[in-house]
């Protein structure tokens, strides 16, 4: 079946770095979508990306739909603590259209 | 705004117990979901629902089971729990498939001891 994967699972870096997580898909996408989850909180929508090579940005985000629809990429510029959490991308797939979840990566932003 | 509400937040159960998690929304969604979250294993599907009298196994059926008898409700039980259960179970829904936006509750946190 479609498989939604995350590199890397967990980062840890110093406030003020950049951060990169990057989502790649086993089939085409017909969009993907970003979510952000608080420590010891729930998924929360960020964004979505619908057309190949679309490049979104929030502030310090910026969010790309890589040209073939099977891979997006989620940057976070100089990184502070409320970045802190868990980034998951996710993407429709099988007969059913379900939403995929990728394995989603951890980030730790010490101060 | 209340948008989709689980009950209860936490609970312990003891092996072979049995319990529902209920799960509610007002944003007149069509579909719904639960979700488990396990460390390192990412959000995993247990069941949906595409509407009101329908259900649908997702990626973790098995030891669960579900019911949508209203629209704006989807509840998940366990008959008989297992360690393997213990878990946080994310109840969501979204107007549509695919390529719509999915609403979290704020889970559940379930021991099964």
């Known amino acids: 079946g479609q498989q939604v994967m995350q590199i890397p699972q967990y980062q840890h870096v110093q406030e003020g770095e950049d951060f990169t997580t990057y989502c790649n898909s086993s089939t085409t996408l017909s969009n993907i979508q970003w979510y952000k989850q608080r420590p010891g909180g729930h998924p929360v929508f960020l964004i979505q990306?619908?057309?190949?090579?679309e490049v979104k940005k929030q502030k310090r985000l910026t969010f790309q739909f890589g040209e073939a629809k099977k891979n997006s990429s989620l940057h976070i510029t100089a990184t502070q603590t409320t970045d802190v959490g868990t980034y998951f991308c996710?993407?429709?797939?099988?007969?059913?259209?379900?939403?995929?979840f990728g394995t989603g990566t951890l980030l730790a932003v010490q101060p | 705004n209340a948008g989709v509400t689980q009950t209860p937040k936490f609970r312990v159960l003891k092996t072979g117990q049995s319990m529902t998690l209920l799960c509610a929304q007002d944003m007149n969604h069509e579909y719904m979901y639960w979700y488990r979250q396990d460390p390192g294993m990412g959000l995993r599907l247990i069941h949906y629902?595409?509407?009101?009298?329908?259900?649908a196994k997702g990626e973790v059926p098995d030891g669960y089971n579900v019911s949508r008898l209203k629209k704006q409700n989807f509840l998940l039980g366990l008959e008989s729990a297992a360690p393997s259960q213990t878990s946080v179970y994310f109840c969501?829904?979204?107007?549509?498939?695919?390529?719509?936006?999915?609403?979290f509750g704020e889970g559940s946190w379930l021991t099964v001891v």
């Open positions: 629902s595409v509407g009101e009298g329908t259900t």
């Open positions: 996710a993407g429709p797939g099988g007969a059913t259209n379900k939403l995929i």
């Open positions: 990306l619908v057309k190949s090579g």
């Open positions: 969501a829904s979204s107007y549509k498939q695919g390529g719509n936006t999915i609403y």
